[in-house]
């Protein structure tokens, strides 16, 4: 997630335990407050989609991102946003 952004927390993840998570938020905390924002907003997101309601709108929204990586060009990305917020 946060290599997709550019971000480097200089934490090698694959090597932490579960509980530590306190050089991951002293890594973060270091990042800008732009990508920051951009990443609570990402882990938001994910929380949502974590709740009971979250889960069951899972299908839909797996299908949506699908048809949107498979149309092109801007007029595809228009219709893909409509079919989102619809």
Known sequence: MFA???????VDLADLK?????CVLAA????????QAEFEAEFQDVNAL?????VAAL???I????NRRSLS?????????A????
């Open 59 to 61: 299908p839909t929204q």
């Open 18 to 22: 579960e509980t530590e998570v306190e």
């Open 73 to 81: 060009g801007a007029a595809g990305a228009q219709v893909a946003t």
């Open 28 to 35: 973060f905390l270091k990042l800008s407050v732009e990508q």
């Open 4 to 10: 997709s952004h550019d971000a480097e927390l200089d």
């Open 83 to 86: 079919k989102c917020r619809w």
């Open 50 to 54: 974590a709740c009971e309601g979250g």
């Open 63 to 66: 299908a949506l991102t699908e």
